[in-house]
């Protein structure tokens, strides 16, 4: 069994940044793509960001040129970097990883993000 374990998430004041790493207990050169998603109160999980083997990488319009996503195979890592941050980027966030190109097969256990004043 995969396990994904997010951290980095915290309590951010608007326009602060954060970054999020997400730890995988498997090589992540075998995932076809590793994803982060977020679920606010009362939402539904939405995609974030995307990452594909040989680094293309797409973006929900809502986070484009906000976030940054990349991986460290060697490491076994995914981070999510997150720049000018707004009250709407709170949710808990959740690294995904799909052995298939845009499907999610793993899931960590989320790590809560706030961006309040």
């Known amino acids: 069994q995969v396990q994904l374990v997010e951290s980095g998430g915290g309590l951010v004041q608007p326009g602060g940044s954060l970054r999020l790493s997400c730890v995988v207990s498997?090589?992540?050169?075998?995932?076809?793509?590793m994803a982060w998603y977020r679920q606010a109160p009362g939402s539904e999980r939405e995609f974030v960001a995307r990452?594909?083997?040989?680094?293309?990488?797409n973006y929900a319009d809502s986070v484009k040129g906000r976030f940054t996503i990349s991986r460290d195979d060697a490491k076994n890592t995914l981070y999510l970097q997150m720049g000018d941050l707004k009250p709407e980027d709170t949710a808990v966030y959740y690294c995904?990883?799909?052995?298939?190109?845009?499907?999610?097969?793993?899931w960590g256990p989320g790590t809560q993000v706030t961006v309040s004043s």
């Open positions: 995904g990883a799909g052995l298939r190109r845009n499907t999610i097969d793993y």
């Open positions: 498997r090589s992540i050169f075998s995932m076809s793509n």
């Open positions: 990452i594909f083997n040989g680094d293309s990488t």
